[in-house]
Nanobody, 121 residues
């Protein structure tokens, strides 16, 4: 079965950087679009970033443009999210997602268990 395992979350201060990783298994990684979403209590899950199967196309949510970068290593079946200039409003549970589809918004067929990111002011 498909497994997505996130790592790299933690507690940081505003302005710091953090890199999340997501190791995927059980799917043909190099042929699926991957992405990151986040969720805070009381809010809907928010799209953060997506990357095409070859890595040449990337898309960022408006709230993270210019600060977050998504990348992937198809040889390692891993997708990354480099987060710079973190803000307290970036706090949330970050989810790795696989096999994304676009239908006015991004949907994903597979999800990781999530990793907590907390940014203190």
């Amino acid at each position: 079965q498909v497994q997505l395992v996130e790592s790299g979350g933690g507690l940081v201060q505003a302005g710091d950087s953090l890199r999340l990783s997501c190791a995927a298994s059980g799917l043909t990684f190099s042929r699926v679009e991957m992405g990151w979403f986040r969720q805070t209590p009381g809010k809907e899950r928010e799209f953060v970033a997506a990357i095409g199967w070859s890595g040449s196309r990337t898309y960022n949510g408006d709230s993270v443009k210019g600060r977050f970068t998504i990348s992937r290593d198809n040889a390692r079946n891993t997708v990354y999210l480099q987060m710079n200039s973190l803000k307290p409003e970036d706090t949330g549970v970050y989810y790795c997602a696989a096999d994304l589809r676009w239908d006015n918004r991004y949907h994903a067929n597979y999800w990781g268990q999530g990793t907590q990111v907390t940014v203190s002011s």
